[in-house]
């Protein structure tokens, strides 16, 4: 079962933004910052933003790779693990 997000006022986090900052950084866990009732923002812990970005990156590789490989551009898994073995044996 997914965990219910963590909800925030913008009125809360300008009277208290040192506490939700330290909140935020202690779970990891990311908090919608609401404004007029509605979601306005995300505020994530910098090791939590780095994590979503790299997996972002990695995703962004594979979606390029899936691309190719339907225009055909691709590589046979034959040839990709026979490069790999004279690379290997270049050692």
Same mark, same amino acid.
């Given at each position: 079962?997914?965990?219910?997000?963590?909800?925030?006022?913008?009125?809360?986090?300008?009277?208290?933004?040192?506490? #939700? =900052? !330290?909140?935020?950084?202690?779970?990891?866990?990311?908090?919608?910052?609401?404004?007029?009732?509605?979601?306005? @923002? &995300? /505020?994530?812990?910098?090791?939590?933003?780095?994590?979503?970005?790299?997996?972002?990156? #990695? =995703? !962004?590789?594979?979606?390029?790779?899936?691309?190719?490989?339907?225009?055909?551009?691709?590589?046979?898994?034959? @040839? &990709? /693990?026979?490069?790999?073995?004279?690379?290997?044996?270049?050692?």
């Amino acid at each position: 079962m997914s965990k219910v997000p963590d909800i925030v006022p913008i009125s809360d986090l300008r009277q208290d933004a040192a506490a #939700i =900052l !330290k909140r935020v950084s202690n779970t990891r866990e990311p908090v919608i910052i609401t404004q007029r009732g509605r979601a306005s @923002a &995300v /505020l994530l812990s910098i090791d939590a933003y780095k994590e979503t970005e790299e997996e972002r990156q #990695i =995703l !962004k590789v594979l979606a390029r790779g899936d691309r190719e490989i339907q225009a055909g551009k691709g590589y046979s898994l034959d @040839a &990709v /693990l026979k490069e790999a073995d004279l690379l290997l044996n270049e050692e």
